[in-house]
Nanobody, 123 residues
Framework: QVQLVESGGGLVQPGGSLSLSCAAS????????IGWFRQAPGKEREGVGC????????WYPDSVKGRFTISRDNAKNTVYLQMDNLKSEDTAVYYC????????????????WGQGTQVTVSS
């Protein structure tokens, strides 16, 4: 059974930091890309980062570059999304998703998804 479970969401003040976790089970994370996406009500789902399974190369959109960082702990089969200098516009449900090999540009190309974790940035 392939399963992804996000955790770490919550309420944080603007300018604060938050770290999200994506724990994988049922497969070895090393060979898979993990993408992070977010979606707010009425908004399209957008990618906020991805780390490839082979080279561990990373991708981030301009909206979060310099603020979000993806890392992986293969021993724990877990990928993290470190979010710094958070803004109110970062408020959304955050999801992790996986696809074999390299990162893909479209969210529909990812095979398995977690349940999501809410991130709220507010003072």
């Amino acid at each position: 059974q392939v399963q992804l479970v996000e955790s770490g969401g919550g309420l944080v003040q603007p300018g604060g930091s938050l770290s999200l976790s994506c724990a994988a089970s049922g497969f070895t994370l090393d060979y898979y890309a993990i993408g992070w996406f977010r979606q707010a009500p009425g908004k399209e789902r957008e990618g906020v980062g991805c780390i490839s399974g082979i080279s561990s190369s990373e991708w981030y959109p301009d909206s979060v570059k310099g603020r979000f960082t993806i890392s992986r702990d293969n021993a724990k089969n877990t990928v993290y999304l470190q979010m710094d200098n958070l803004k109110s516009e970062d408020t959304a449900v955050y999801y992790c998703a996986t696809t074999e090999g390299s990162c893909r540009s479209l969210w529909v190309d990812y095979d398995y998804w977690g349940q999501g974790t809410q991130v709220t940035v507010s003072s």
